[in-house]
């Protein structure tokens, strides 16, 4: 039998459950997950495999209107991902106005690859609220597969993954059988760090951060792990710090028992606080971080 393999991209508006589903359909927490928008910034990839196939995820920042420099970069992994992409997964809900960000609902109908829509938290719906949603977006997108399911109950992944692997493209391989992702151990620290920011900090705090990794060292006991939050304002310094630098190390502690578990290893962990008020638009910066080439 041919092996089948491919990118399947997942795409939608903010705060629709596309790390949710990701993570489940990858069995890996490699996304983050707040209740917060914006919550993913980076394109992250996962990797599930069977005997004669390769399925490559890719979770996407939510779908907005870029305001400054940063979230124009996010918005440029979403259009990339669109454009590569073997598969689509367009994720939706119950909850969100179906016209909202509607010209990329419009580039769905126009796409060669198959696009399967994914009408997530339906256990937040009722079933009449399900089955108009469902004939809503098979006229908005005919040629799409419409599958209800609920990512955070782990309901219906199954016929997913069953849509996906029946439209991957004949194809060996891209990676490794036993890769799970295309990202490296920095990165999920640093991610793990941004998670904690955005559950316990409120209001702007959290989009005016960025999380650094200055080293990374693995023995054999454990990780020693320097991270540096970086903020826009002397005033979001003092609030990331706290009193007594109570909140900062309530962030770390969270923090570094996460990535314990996520590296299942001991992990020292060291976090400071830096003002830098340009990071969100410096193209320097901005590529120190990763967000440009």
């Known amino acids: 039998m041919a092996h089948r393999s491919g990118f399947v991209n997942i795409i939608g508006n903010p705060n629709v459950g596309k790390s949710t589903l990701m ?8 996304s983050i997950v707040t209740a917060k928008a914006q ?48 598969i689509i997964l367009y994720v939706t ?13 419009a580039k769905l109908s126009s796409l060669e690859c198959p696009v399967i829509i994914v009408v997530n938290k339906i256990d937040l719906g009722t079933q009449e609220q399900v089955v ?20 955070q109950e782990k309901f219906n992944l199954e016929s997913i993954l069953d849509a996906v692997v029946s439209k991957l493209p004949e194809c060996p391989p891209w990676f490794d059988k036993d890769a799970f992702t295309d990202k490296n151990l920095r990165f999920f620290a640093s991610e793990i760090i941004r998670e904690k920011i955005l559950l316990n ?16 060292k693995e023995g054999a006991e454990r990780y ?5 939050i970086y903020v826009s304002r002397e005033s979001q310094k003092g609030i990331v710090i706290g009193k007594g630098g109570s909140a900062l190390k309530r962030t770390g502690t969270q923090a570094r028992l996460d990535m314990e578990d996520f590296f299942q290893k001991k992990v020292f962990l060291q976090i400071y606080v830096k003002v830098d008020p340009d990071w969100r638009e410096s193209r320097k910066e901005l590529r120190k971080f990763g967000y440009e080439e």
């Open 224 to 228: 020693d792990i320097s991270a540096v």
């Open 23 to 30: 993570n489940a359909m990858v069995g890996e927490k490699l």
């Open 93 to 105: 809900d119950v909850k969100e106005t179906s016209d909202k960000n509607s010209e990329y609902v």
């Open 201 to 216: 900090y409120k209001e702007e705090i959290p989009y005016c951060c960025e999380v650094g990794i200055e080293s990374f």
């Open 132 to 151: 108009e949603l469902m004939s809503y977006w098979k006229q908005q997108v005919p040629k799409a597969e419409i599958i209800p399911a609920s990512a």
């Open 39 to 86: 919550t993913t910034r980076h394109r992250i990839m996962g990797i599930v495999n069977g005997e004669d196939w390769q399925i490559v995820y890719s979770d996407t920042p939510g779908i907005l209107k870029p305001s400054y420099r940063l979230q124009q970069n996010m918005m440029n992994f979403v259009d990339t991902a669109i454009g590569d992409a073997d």
